[in-house]
């Protein structure tokens, strides 16, 4: 029930909210949606059967491509729905999840990654030279027609088809978890010879397993073809396939819905900070980096981890340090941004010329609205200053937060090693 | 031995069957019949080739030569999946369950697979009373019905042992082989399992490797001796450790 509550607050948000928002943050909703359905599929491989795939940009852009097509068909005048269209990215993820995943599930782990990789890089050197399927290197065009008087003109349409979409095809993948399939794909995680030895095909099953959901991202190729009304070969990039890697790890592989997290939190990082500076991919990548170092589960995992004992939980004595441990936190972000942009700075393009000009001496430079001095002492202890307090504090905050979960853990084996009848007397 | 049992088709046959691993012939052409409801041991020195016999029975790789047939039927060089559909289940001398899984779930993956319902994709699991009511018998027969929430890779050894036994079960084959089922257990333990593996195998085929020779002469009709990759002898337990020939190449070592 408390579930079913926060999902429908978080439902009626997503309802209500975004007619007030401005186009750019309806857009970065849209993306987020996508993301979010496609990291969904991508998860369903590693955290449901534990495959791990590399080259999920390939199911993602088909479906992507197909919807282009139906909606180009449509704009010459076919008689189907607009906002059926993802149906086509569904058919043609599926089609190609069977032939890709009947190759790619013959091996497991690293062989099953690298033949995933490699059928994805398939895509993306052959597409450019395949002109009619994927229109060359331009790519391929098409208008979102008219429904039903549904104009699909405006953005904020877009989003509620994209919404519609994403939570039909997200609930349908989590009662797939709820079907027999869906725990004989545990199964298969855990260990595929004893599957077979008890009367399955686990070849068959994996490529289903894959079919389904190369068929989901498909589905979100679709709903980015039906938003962009453009895609081309880049939709088959490694950079593609492996932001659904990141994503998916840093929301959380091991929670049903922690992708969610991951990808909204990258989708909105990536809207917010791309225009702020040019370092932001680096800063993804620490952000996954400090992300598997020390909360391996992911977002989600974090926050079912918290879910989980909410009972036990003394907020009065958590959140003194936890809020320690975000001061910490920001105090260490403040130096490694300051680092990172000075750096920047000082070895990007423009300040060698500058030092040209200068002749050879330093040149004072701007950031952050202030002006610094290369060559002076403040500039390079401020940064160190700050990872410096900053790190003490972490440490602290992370010795009262871990003392805190010891001291729960020690309860709870306390109390499950206690016999009944003297827990009965006591 | 009346004339009507040896008349009676077995429900295990093997017909010179041989297994080389490279220049190694591990499997030096077998022949071995096991009648329908019988519970029948294989025992034999370490690297005798009883582990690679029941590999090659369960499919797991196929004979390099010879036949093996289920009931009349070959099921050599077939695929584990499809010797298990055509009845005969296998444990596992080291325990190959699902550890991530509740024991429940161990069972029930075997119990969707007898029902036919391998790859159902459109129904709830948890409507399923059916399935799910047979799993909890299941789960009842191996002594484990308390623990049917826990996750397999926490129960102990000998509660893993025992489900290990009914994974075995649940695909519902009558034709059941178990790979050294008390293995690294306590005595007690030991008799637990005897008990347990002889109400379960009631009325199914039952072909087991054995070590400790206390389990064998309690639980089985027959026992088979296989020594460098062939059978010594066949008989009963009695006749078997009267044998001299056995005595030289296996029992009297631990006798001694």
Redesign the interface.
């Known amino acids: 029930m408390r579930n079913i509550s926060i999902l429908v607050a978080i439902l009626a948000l997503a309802i209500a909210v975004p007619p007030f928002l401005g186009i750019a943050w309806q857009n970065a909703l849209v993306n987020v949606l996508i993301a979010s359905l496609f990291a969904l599929a991508f998860n369903l491989l590693i955290g449901q059967a534990g495959l791990l795939s590399f080259g999920h940009a390939a199911y993602f852009g088909i479906g992507a491509f197909a919807a282009l097509h139906l909606m180009i068909a449509i704009e010459d005048g076919l008689a189907f729905p607009t906002p059926l269209v993802p149906l086509a990215g569904a058919a043609a993820g599926l089609l190609v999840g069977i032939v890709a995943g009947y190759f790619a599930t013959m091996r497991s782990g690293v062989y099953f990654a690298l033949v995933t990789l490699a059928i994805a890089e398939l895509f993306h050197s052959l597409a450019p030279h395949l002109q009619g399927l994927f229109g060359g290197e331009s790519g391929v065009s098409s208008m979102r027609m008219p429904w039903q008087g549904i104009i699909f003109g405006s953005l904020i349409e877009v989003y509620y088809l994209t919404l519609g979409w994403v939570l039909t095809c997200g609930l349908a993948l989590w009662a797939y978890t709820r079907t027999p399939f869906g725990r004989l794909t545990l199964a298969l995680r855990d260990n595929e010879q004893r599957v077979q030895f008890l009367g399955y095909n686990a070849h068959a099953a994996k490529v289903i397993v894959f079919a389904v959901s190369a068929m989901a991202s498909g589905v979100a190729g679709a709903l980015l073809a039906i938003s962009n009304e453009t895609a081309n070969y880049s939709l088959f990039a490694t950079d593609v396939s492996a932001q659904v890697v990141l994503q998916t790890f840093v929301g959380g592989s091991t929670v049903f819905f922690g992708p969610v997290f991951g990808a909204a939190a990258f989708t909105l990082f990536a809207f917010l900070v791309s225009d702020l500076t040019r370092s932001w991919v680096f800063y993804q990548g620490l952000i996954f980096v400090l992300v598997m170092l020390y909360a391996p589960t992911g977002i989600g995992g974090v926050i079912a981890y918290h879910a989980r004992h909410r009972r036990q939980l003394d907020w009065s004595r958590l959140a003194g340090p936890y809020a320690l441990a975000l001061v910490g936190g920001l105090l260490v972000a403040a130096g490694v941004v300051y680092l990172t942009e000075t750096v920047a700075v000082l070895f990007g393009e423009g300040y060698a010329v500058r030092m040209r000009d200068a002749g050879g001496s330093l040149p004072r430079y701007d950031l952050f609205g202030v002006s610094w001095d290369p060559a002076g002492i403040l500039t390079w202890l401020l940064p160190l200053i700050l990872i410096g307090a900053g790190g003490a504090v972490l440490v602290r905050a992370r010795r009262s937060i871990a003392g805190f979960w010891n001291r729960m853990g020690r309860t709870e084996a306390l109390a499950a090693a206690t016999p009944e009848p003297a827990g009965g007397t006591a | 031995m009346s004339a009507a049992t040896t008349m009676e088709e077995p429900a295990l046959r093997l017909a010179s069957v041989t297994k080389s691993f490279g220049p190694i012939e591990v499997i030096q052409g077998v022949d071995l019949d096991i009648r329908p409801g019988e519970r029948h041991a294989v025992i034999g020195p370490n690297g005798a080739g009883k582990s690679t016999l029941f590999n090659l029975i369960?499919g797991m790789f196929p004979p390099s030569s010879g036949d093996i047939r289920l009931n009349g039927r070959s099921i050599a060089g077939l695929?584990?999946?499809r010797i298990?559909?055509a009845g005969l289940?296998?444990s596992?001398q080291i325990t190959?369950?699902?550890?991530?899984?509740s024991v429940f779930?161990n069972l029930?993956?075997?119990v969707?697979?007898?029902h036919g319902?391998?790859?159902?994709?459109?129904?709830?699991?948890?409507r399923?009373r059916r399935?799910n009511e047979e799993t909890a018998d299941v789960l009842e027969r191996v002594g484990l019905a308390a623990r049917g929430a826990d996750l397999a890779g926490d129960l102990t050894y000998s509660e893993q042992r025992a489900l290990e036994i009914g994974?075995t079960l649940?695909?519902g084959a009558d034709v059941i082989l178990l790979d050294e089922p008390t293995a690294g257990m306590s005595r007690e333990e030991t008799a637990e399992a005897v008990a347990l593996i002889r109400s379960v195998t009631q009325g199914k085929t039952l072909l087991m490797v054995e070590h400790d020779m206390s389990v064998v002469f309690s639980l089985c009709d027959r026992v088979s001796v296989l020594v460098y990759g062939s059978i010594l002898a066949t008989d009963t337990p009695e006749c078997i450790s009267a044998n001299r020939d056995v005595q030289e190449a296996y029992l009297g070592k631990e006798a001694s």
Do not use: C, D, K
């Open positions: 369960s695929s584990p999946y298990n559909r289940a296998r596992f190959n369950i699902f550890h991530r899984l779930e029930r993956i075997g969707l697979a007898r319902v391998r790859y159902g994709l459109f129904r709830s699991i948890a399923m399935v994974m649940t695909t």
